[in-house]
């Protein structure tokens, strides 16, 4: 070994560690490093934690949903209620001025309230309803009773029919209500000779009879035929 090379190798031995010694000092840096980053995991989750504690407890509580529909109730209006005029009453017709009803009904089975050939008219061609009124009025003096009847049908064809028959000569009728056992003070037992009118409106068939109360009566009376005229234009 020449001298230039030994100071050299001497040198080498003194600089550099021994190779166990630089595995611990690598060692010990990485567990260090590593002991470093778990403390500030743990130190990061437990923040977060309680971060996450704080928004759940400064959360409002949810509302609860329900799919039940409560029943909607609707309060009772009060109801209006005022008698019936007679002039305006849907039920029993119009009433002219300074007449007075007397009685009156409603029927469905205008076969079982007729007579005659008007009656066989009803079995086969049935009406919607029949009206029928019972009236007084006075005329110079005289006391004037007018039965009148208001027949409905389903069509007004049905009407025209019926309108031609009922304005025949000893075709029947609806029964007057005098004819059913009616009275009122001072009314006749039936229905003396009457004058007789008749109109239609749309499937309605109007009919009135009027006569007088007392003493005689005839159908060809102008004052009892302008009466019964009267009583169905007020129908």
Not at 33 to 43: D, E, K, N, Q, T
Not at 94 to 112: I, L, S
Not at 194 to 215: N, T
Request: hydrophobic share 40%; net charge positive.
């Amino acid at each position: 070994m020449s001298w230039l090379t030994e100071p050299d190798e001497e040198w080498d031995e003194r600089e550099a560690p021994p190779r166990g010694h630089r595995l611990k000092m690598a060692a010990a840096v990485l567990a260090g490093w590593l002991a470093v980053s778990l403390i500030v995991l743990v130190g990061l989750l437990r923040f977060g934690d309680r971060d996450s504690l704080g928004k759940r407890a400064g959360s409002p509580a949810p509302k609860a949903t329900s799919t039940a529909t409560a029943p909607t109730v609707t309060a009772p209006t009060a109801a209006t209620s005022r008698p019936a005029s007679p002039a305006s009453s849907p039920a029993t017709g119009a009433v002219p001025a300074g007449w007075v009803r007397r009685a009156g009904d409603e029927q469905a089975n205008c076969t079982a309230h007729s007579y005659g050939q008007v009656q066989i008219f009803f079995a086969r061609t049935p009406c919607s309803g029949v009206r029928r009124s019972l009236l007084t009025t006075e005329r110079n003096g005289r006391a004037i009773v007018v039965a009148a009847s208001t027949v409905t049908f389903g069509s007004p064809a049905q009407a025209t029919s019926y309108l031609r028959l009922v304005t025949s000569d000893g075709t029947g009728n609806v029964n007057d209500l005098l004819r059913e056992g009616v009275r009122y003070p001072g009314s006749p037992s039936k229905l003396p000779g009457a004058a007789f009118a008749s109109r239609q409106d749309g499937p309605r068939v109007l009919v009135a009879e009027a006569a007088f109360e007392q003493g005689p009566s005839d159908y060809q009376d102008p004052t009892l035929q302008a009466t019964a005229r009267a009583a169905v234009e007020a129908g």
